[in-house]
């Protein structure tokens, strides 16, 4: 396989509580990844480590050949991350972000930075937190795009959306997404969005990658994949529940 | 746009808000504040001097202490994820700090003068006093100095208010030397001055840009806590040990260094002892530092510091305290507050007197005075082994009083004779050519200078005042190492050279010293001990040969406390 992430043994700590023990696995150079577990698991743990924004404490990875925390500035203007609330100033209009974001990024489109959010209906002038959540996530995934990433990483930015609003952006998205030659790895606990996006899944679950391989593959009803499916179901049950209630 | 001014841009839409309130509350404020106060105090220096620097507190805690703070609540994960990461985002930051503590302070001051100058003129203030100035200078000083540790702390501090407390602790604890030192008479050089105020302010820039990039890998608050505040302490470690270094040199004492001088110096009668007070003197502070006292064994050359501070000598025999005369042969030692008391001969601790302290008698001749117990003066006559008071003896306030085996001579208005058996004077007129008396040999001959300016001796058997053979005019001469024991010989100095007198027959010599000598004490053998540029030298006074007694770099100098 032509990885653009090779992981091998990788584990992080936060004190005393681990969150990842030994995490394994290759990514392709194309195609979306779908990286489930249940809240709690070090998903969004294991994305930061890959952006550099954290130091593993064993273990090795290699993004786009590079080491994320000795090569950062090279991996970060290559590399898009959408998180799963909007995280930059909350003053910042769309269009600002897209202005700030500009000269950072070597291989920026500002052209279709400003077509995505047209076409996506995110006010340009209105400031985030004037935003809703969906159109804060278009927006972020808009300037996601517009940096010509050749790794996105997503972080359950398509939780918290009505299914109506999930499902228009995810189309909108995914007919996006068909035109670039990017390598996307989606973190969510979501079935139904894996099920729509995944051509390959990763199970995070007790700190290692349990399972890897295309849904039906994991989802595979065989004596070992049905206490993977009854646990993946519950956990991914129980998580939705959490976020309904919240 | 450069990724400076796209920072810079962030920086300006962050702080635009609370910019623009500042501006509209700080005039109103001041106004406020400077119209209700009284017009003396309004119209001071004092007034505009608070009003800049509560001007730069202000902006401090709404902006300066937040600018690093403030974003590792917020947006600190976006902005370390972008490809330059946080440390990209630091130069705007600082420049906005700066640039809003200049405002600040540019604004405090421009409302302190106009609120200064409508309550009845800043022109009519007086700055004829320089002090006024300094005050003013101080005041926003204070808050200048404060600022930058203010800034620096702001990244790991959980509020701005906090920032400025945790600043102002931090300047004042790390910058202490800075602060302290020119406060306790040290003047800086205009290098050193320069060189502290940069540690000071670089010292905060690398805090400030250690603890805002420490935010990055998801550092927890303490670990941004200690690598700032750590390389804050590094980076102050230069300017404490120059502190250091300056009070240590402040504090040691370096015999036969150019910058010591030995104020005061004395030496047992066997020459084996010797006790001095020095000081040093520095050029880079304002006030000596304090004496300090060495007991030194001059035959052993070692010396230890004595715990008495500014301390008052006894001459050998004659000290009194109260209820008696001194039982002691040598000198005495005694702090000024009369805690502690030394016979520096021994070493020996001796007992304080109860009340008051040791008391040295002045000499009346061959006898002595002393302080009575209704503080009124005695007069202690050894040939007779009879003591009067004052009034007892008919003698004025003023007069000088010299005790011989011939009878007491009494030099007032004019000279007379007393004899304290009878009770009676007579004028003496055979003495008027001594115009001023010295000392008493042993024999009961006074020395002194004569009216023409020479040396002279007035013998009460022949009743004549002769010149002393050989004795220049010697308007300056003084007379050193003369003590009660040893009365036929006395030491000379005029403005060219020692002499020695030979008491019995009036003779003068000239001894060998040269520029620096020091002579302190006639030993019991002729020889004489003095104090030279490089230590302690016996000189054989008539052979004029030298013989080192103990050299000051050989003099191992230990702190210790007796």
């Known amino acids: ?246 | 746009m450069s990724t400076f001014r796209l920072y810079l841009w962030k920086e300006w839409r962050e702080q635009r808000a609370a910019l623009v309130a500042l501006a509209i509350l700080l005039p109103v404020l001041v106004a406020l504040v400077g119209f209700q106060l009284p017009r003396g105090l309004a119209t001071s220096t004092t007034f505009v001097g608070v009003v800049a620097a509560l001007s730069v507190v202000l902006v401090l805690i709404v902006i300066g202490g937040e600018l690093l703070g403030g974003d590792r609540r917020r947006e600190v994960s976006w902005l370390e994820r972008l490809p330059r990461g946080l440390s990209a985002a630091f130069p705007a930051k600082l420049l906005v700090f700066v640039a809003t503590t200049a405002m600040a302070l540019a604004a405090g001051l421009t409302l302190g003068f106009t609120v200064a100058e409508l309550r009845g003129g800043f022109l009519g203030m007086s700055f004829q006093a320089e002090r006024d100035l300094e005050h003013l200078l101080l005041t926003v000083g204070y808050a200048l100095a404060v600022a930058p540790w203010a800034f620096a702390t702001s990244a790991w501090c959980p509020r701005g208010p906090l920032a400025l407390a945790a600043g102002a602790l931090v300047a004042c604890g790390l910058g202490l030397p800075l602060l302290v030192l020119p406060f306790t008479a040290y003047v800086p050089t205009a290098v050193e001055l320069a060189l502290g105020v940069t540690l000071f302010l670089a010292g905060a820039l690398v805090s400030a840009w250690i603890g805002f990039t420490a935010q990055a890998h998801g550092a927890s608050l303490r670990s941004i806590a200690l690598r700032g505040g750590g390389s804050g302490c590094l980076a102050f470690a230069p300017l404490w040990g120059w502190g250091l270094v300056q009070l240590h040199e402040r504090d040691a004492l370096e015999l036969g260094a150019p910058e010591c001088e030995i104020e005061h110096a004395w030496v047992s009668r066997d020459g084996r002892v010797a006790v001095i007070e020095a000081r040093m003197h520095f050029d880079h502070w304002a006030s000596s530092p304090r004496s300090r006292t060495l007991w030194i064994d001059l035959e052993r050359g070692d010396a230890r510091e004595l715990p008495i501070p500014n301390p008052s000598f006894h001459a050998a025999g004659s000290a009194r305290k109260p209820g008696g005369l001194s039982e002691y042969t040598e000198f005495i030692i005694e702090g000024l507050d009369d805690t502690l008391v030394l016979d520096a001969c021994t070493g020996q601790h001796l007992e304080p007197p109860s009340t008051g302290g040791y008391t040295e008698v002045s000499s009346a001749g061959l006898g002595v005075s002393y302080w009575g117990e209704d503080y009124e003066a005695v007069y202690h006559d050894p040939f007779l082994d009879l003591e009067l008071g004052r009034a007892e003896a008919g003698i004025a306030l003023g007069e000088a009083v010299w005790i011989g085996p011939e009878g007491w001579w009494i030099e007032g208005d004019g000279w007379r004779t007393f004899d304290p058996r009878s009770g009676t004077s007579e004028p003496a007129e055979w003495l008027v050519p001594l115009a001023l008396p010295f000392d008493m040999l042993a024999d009961g001959r006074l020395i002194g200078l004569l009216g023409d300016g020479s040396l002279g001796l007035a013998d009460p058997r022949t009743r004549a005042v002769t010149p002393v053979l050989g004795a220049r005019s010697a308007a300056d001469v003084e007379i050193l190492a003369s003590d009660l024991q040893s009365r036929d010989e006395r030491i000379l100095a005029d403005e060219r050279a020692h002499y020695r007198l030979d008491a019995t027959c009036g003779e003068l010599s000239e001894i060998p010293l040269v520029p620096g000598d020091w002579p302190l004490r006639r030993l019991d053998d002729g020889d004489l001990v003095l104090l030279t540029s490089e230590g302690f030298v016996r000189l054989d006074a008539e052979e004029g040969t030298r013989t080192p007694l103990a050299r000051f770099d050989a003099i191992r100098h230990a702190e210790v406390t007796p």
């Not at chain 1, 047209?118 to 996601?144: I, Y």
């Not at chain 1, 997503?154 to 299914?163: A, M, Q, R, V, Y």
């Open chain 1, 1 to 246: 396989m032509n990885a653009i992430v090779r992981v091998d043994h990788l584990a992080k700590r936060f004190g005393k509580t681990p969150v990842l023990a030994d995490v394994s696995f290759e990514l392709p150079a194309h195609g979306v990844t779908v990286l489930l577990g249940a809240n709690g698991e070090g998903k969004s743990t294991l994305l930061r480590l890959l952006l550099g924004l954290l130091k593993a404490d064993a273990g090795s990875l290699e993004v786009l050949g590079l080491d994320p925390l000795k090569q950062p500035r090279a991996l970060r203007e290559q590399v898009a991350y959408v998180p799963d609330a909007p995280d930059n100033p909350a003053w910042m209009t769309p269009a600002e972000l897209f202005h700030f974001l500009r000269p950072q990024y070597p291989l920026w489109r500002h052209e279709r930075a400003l077509a995505l959010a047209k076409d996506w209906d995110v006010p340009l002038e209105r400031p985030f937190k004037h935003l809703s959540r969906g159109q804060a996530a278009r927006a972020m995934l808009a300037a996601a795009l517009a940096q010509s990433p050749k790794l996105l990483l997503l972080d359950e930015c398509f939780s918290g959306l009505d299914p109506v609003a999930r499902r228009d952006l995810l189309g909108a998205f995914l007919g996006e997404l068909a035109r670039e030659e990017v390598a996307t790895l989606l973190v969510t606990h979501d079935l139904d969005v894996a099920a729509r996006v995944a051509e390959r899944v990763l199970v995070l679950a007790d700190g290692k990658i349990l399972h890897q391989g295309s849904l039906d593959e994991v989802l595979k009803v065989d004596e070992e994949a049905a206490r993977v499916q009854s646990r993946l179901l519950g956990l991914l049950e129980r998580a939705q529940q959490k976020e309904v209630a919240a």
